[in-house]
């Protein structure tokens, strides 16, 4: 791969000057949604914000679903690697749920945003969702270790799905579900 190109949104590679593009409307979404809320985001003022076009920022993302799905997708992928067989596998696997619950838990706009937006149905969206159903799944999966119990991983991803979507509703914070994630991995994984 050439070094001016970068893997980044979902729907082609960005030479680095495209990428700049890209995480400066990632970078407005996060800024628009701390003002205005999911409700008052659009792609328009996202790229007002990001001093670019309006058919700049479309050309990039379809809708503001698929922005603010990206912006999350990004902090998923900026997180460290798993570490493999240090400690028992259940504190492995609490840390992953952890760290993935919180990942958007200190910028309240953003959390519920991002709810709203991975629930979204357009091809964007989708594919985004199912990249982030993957690198969760990488991650627990290196958390349990090679020869975990396909039932198990099936459980903590269903677990992991069902919290977000549950804190996602107002239903308790992300902090709280970070905790319950530890006591569902504690039930699921023997000592």
Known sequence: ???ELATEPTRRRLTERQADTVRRLTDAAVAELRDQGYDGLT???????????????????????????????RRLSALPP???G????????????????LLVSDEPELAA????????GDP????????????????LQTALGDDADPKVLSALEIAYAGALVHAGMGH???A????RLTEIAELILPE
């Open 43 to 73: 792609v328009r003022n996202v790229a007002r914000r990001a001093g670019v076009a309006p058919a700049t920022a479309y050309t990039y993302f379809t809708s503001k679903n698929h922005l603010i799905t990206e912006v999350f997708w």
């Open 82 to 84: 798993v570490e493999r």
């Open 86 to 101: 240090t400690g028992p596998a259940r504190e492995r696997v609490a840390a992953v749920l952890r760290e993935v619950a």
């Open 1 to 3: 791969m050439s070094s």
């Open 113 to 120: 945003a991002c709810t709203a937006a991975m629930l979204g």
């Open 172 to 174: 308790t914070s992300y």
């Open 124 to 139: 964007d969206v989708r594919e985004l969702r199912l990249r982030i159903g993957m690198r969760i799944r990488e991650r």
């Open 176 to 179: 709280r579900m970070a905790d």
